[in-house]
């Protein structure tokens, strides 16, 4: 899935690429996808982008200057295989095509998603898309969070910091990649209690928040299109069995149905091997 980093350099190249031209049509292809009925998207139509924007990892898409009160925003989840992509063919039927939108200059961007499950989702707003859902709901930005919200975030409710990391209503943008490589960086236990942690420990924490998400922002500017997961350069992201480049122990992971928890003993749980008794795969 797309994380904060892979959506704010995608919004940036969009901007580029798209940014000034009219919009001709918004077209959604599947019956799923739209998220609101009111306003109609085609008041879009002839209005100018003015930019590309992110919010946690979604991307608002805005028509008219931001100040303007008739602006007009798509807002887009990717959700998990969600890609919002040049539609060079524009074909009537596109292979996963879910909702494209049509320029003036006659390029277009289609939003496709992989697999059978449809969970990507498009809402038009009037107004300030901020406000509305479903970009009202989210916490602060985790590349935005200042120490002292990192702080209250981990007070709010009593819960392992992988959870909490992946959680858009604590912290908005992260996703699993960052959280097992926040973890790691910040040399604590994805299982850590977020209200047992100490003041050095949170400081820790924000300080490999900050980290992770600017070098994987500096991986994502530097490509001309959204990587995918297994591109992304990582320290314990999906290395289980490999070597930690830190102190060369073995990366370990905790799976789970959709996901895993990757880390590694030594750098983060004083050498303990992780299980989880509730939902591991011992027991199933
Ligand atoms: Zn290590």
Redesign the pocket.
Same mark, same amino acid.
Request: charged share 5%; glycine share 8%; hydrophobic share 20%.
């Given at each position: 899935m797309p994380e904060l980093p892979e959506v704010q350099a995608h919004a940036e190249r969009l901007t580029g690429s798209f940014g000034g031209q009219p919009l001709e049509r918004f077209t959604p292809l599947s019956f799923s996808v739209m998220k609101t009925v009111q306003p109609a998207a085609d008041e879009a139509d002839g209005v100018l982008l003015h930019s590309f924007t992110r919010r946690g990892k979604l991307l608002v898409a805005h028509f008219g200057a931001p100040d303007d009160p008739a602006t007009i925003s798509f807002v887009v989840h990717l959700m998990q295989g969600g890609r919002l992509v040049p539609d060079d063919k524009q074909s009537p039927r596109p292979r996963n095509g879910l909702a494209r939108w049509r320029f003036g200059d006659g390029r277009a961007l289609l939003l496709t998603e992989a697999g059978k499950e449809h969970k990507a989702g498009v809402w038009v707003h009037s107004g300030d898309p901020l406000a509305q859902p479903p970009l009202d709901s989210l916490g602060i930005d985790a590349d935005a969070a200042t120490l002292e919200q990192v702080r209250s975030a981990l007070a709010a409710k009593n819960q392992r910091l992988h959870g909490f990391l992946r959680d858009q209503h604590g912290l908005a943008g992260l996703g699993r990649m960052l959280a097992n490589e926040i973890c790691?960086t910040a040399t604590l236990s994805p299982f850590a209690m977020t209200t047992k942690l100490t003041a050095a420990e949170i400081d820790r924490l924000y300080a490999a928040i900050h980290r992770c998400i600017d070098s994987a922002l500096a991986f994502e500017r530097g490509l001309d299109a959204m990587s995918t997961s297994a591109d992304r350069p990582g320290?314990v992201h999906r290395r289980k069995g490999a070597v @930690?480049?830190?102190?060369?122990?073995t990366?370990r992971a905790v799976e789970y149905n959709a996901y895993e928890v990757d880390y590694?003993?030594? @750098?983060?749980t004083g050498g303990k091997v992780l299980a989880d008794n509730t939902t591991s795969k011992f027991l199933k």
């Open positions: 790691h320290a @930690c480049p830190i102190c060369g122990d990366i590694c003993p030594s @750098c983060q």
